[in-house]
């Protein structure tokens, strides 16, 4: 079993930065079967959307097209923490963010990652607020 807390949320002006984290805890055994990791947010109304994922063997990556070039995730194996640089934020950006983890890999990155199916570990979320 695997545990996502996020932190990091906030309330921010358009154009500002934030980041956020996501600690995973665990026996060593789970958090090592972990292959991949990703952040998804939810808007009201709107159903979860996948914006960034990271295979984590290799920390390859791959973005959502409305993040691209915005957003960076990043993972710091020994802190066992996923993180999201989102820069240039937008009001649309507004949402609740998760963290979510799994572990049966397709071997590369792509864009399966961004599947809300494909992961089995989610974090409970973290608020971000854009203001224009």
């Known amino acids: 079993q695997v545990q996502l807390v996020e932190s990091g949320g906030g309330s921010v002006q358009a154009g500002g930065s934030l980041r956020l984290s996501c600690a995973a805890y665990?026996?060593?055994?789970?958090?090592?079967?972990?292959?991949?990791m990703g952040w998804f947010r939810q808007a009201p109304g709107k159903e979860r959307e996948g914006v960034a994922g990271?295979?984590?063997?290799?920390?390859?990556?791959y973005y959502h097209d409305s993040v691209k070039g915005r957003f960076t995730i990043s993972q710091d194996n020994a802190k066992n923490t996923l993180y999201l640089q989102m820069n240039s934020l937008k009001p649309e950006d507004t949402a609740m963010y998760y963290c979510?983890?799994?572990?049966?890999?397709?071997?590369?990155?792509?864009?399966?990652?961004?599947?809300?199916?494909?992961?089995?570990?989610w974090g409970q979320g973290t608020q971000v607020t854009v203001s224009a």
């Open positions: 979510a983890a799994g572990r049966y890999s397709r071997g590369a990155s792509g864009p399966w990652l961004l599947l809300r199916a494909e992961y089995s570990y």
């Open positions: 665990g026996y060593t055994y789970s958090i090592n079967s972990i292959n991949y």
């Open positions: 990271i295979y984590t063997r290799d920390a390859s990556t």
